[in-house]
């Protein structure tokens, strides 16, 4: 936005009528300002009410494709791609939480849990708490669940041998978290809550929200998913 002034049609003792103009086109009329005051006041109620977009907004808007591209990347399980996506989104955008998120998630998918802990904790502190973040910490604490081999075969086989053991199936489904056979894994949660919703003050529950939250809230599995627990609780 800049001020002109343009002269009156008459020039003796005339004052010059000014405008603020923004994108070629006045605005804003600000003759009546006599003072630096008046005309600072003008002005600040005049910025407020035009749609000036900040350098982040603008740059978020056009990053926004990028972040689509990368999540459904994720989507496809191409965590290596989906890696060297959101990376060079970071690069190009240190302050948002969204890209840093998909980051982190990409590099558990491509199996590198050390490399997204270091991610997590290269996260500004400014944007700490948002959800993008949130989802990705769920996401690593899920992960450190990963079975070794031969563990998930073993946590089976228990569950197999004695169906009522809520523990070993809860383990078993902590297991299958890590693994990534997340279907497998709320069957098994979704079962010791219909059996027993308090078992363990509500682990089994607050197991599957913790899944919920890591795949993401909006996803449509999250969606299937939360029809069935209420379906349980609620009948």
């Not at 630096?36 to 000036?52: F, G, N, R, T």
């Not at 490399?115 to 700490?128: H, N, R």
């Amino acid at each position: 936005m800049r001020i002109a002034s343009s002269p009156s049609q008459f020039q003796v003792q005339s004052i010059p009528t000014v405008y603020a103009i923004f994108q070629g086109q006045p605005v804003a009329n600000l003759t009546n300002a006599r003072t630096e005051s008046q005309l600072k006041a003008m002005l600040d109620q005049l910025l407020a009410q035009l749609p000036i977009e900040s350098a982040a907004s603008a740059r978020a808007v056009e990053i926004a494709p990028l972040i689509e591209m990368g999540e459904g990347v994720l989507s496809e399980g191409d965590g290596t791609r989906a890696v060297g996506i959101f990376s060079q989104i970071v690069e190009m955008a240190p302050d948002n939480a969204a890209a840093h998120g998909g980051l982190i998630r990409a590099l558990l998918l491509a199996g590198d849990t050390e490399g997204a802990g270091l991610a997590l904790d290269a996260v500004p502190a400014e944007i700490a708490g948002d959800p993008a973040i949130a989802q990705a910490k769920s996401a690593l604490a899920l992960a450190a669940d990963a079975p070794d081999a031969g563990e998930l075969a073993a946590f089976e086989a228990a569950v197999a041998a004695n169906p009522g053991d809520h523990q070993a199936r809860f383990d078993l489904a902590a297991a299958q978290i890590g693994a990534g056979q997340r279907d497998a894994a709320a069957d098994n949660l979704l079962h010791i809550v219909a059996a027993d919703r308090e078992w363990q003050d509500g682990a089994a529950r607050a197991k599957l929200l913790s899944l919920f939250e890591a795949v993401g809230l909006e996803d449509p599995w999250v969606a299937a998913q939360r029809r069935r627990l209420s379906l349980i609780l609620f009948g």
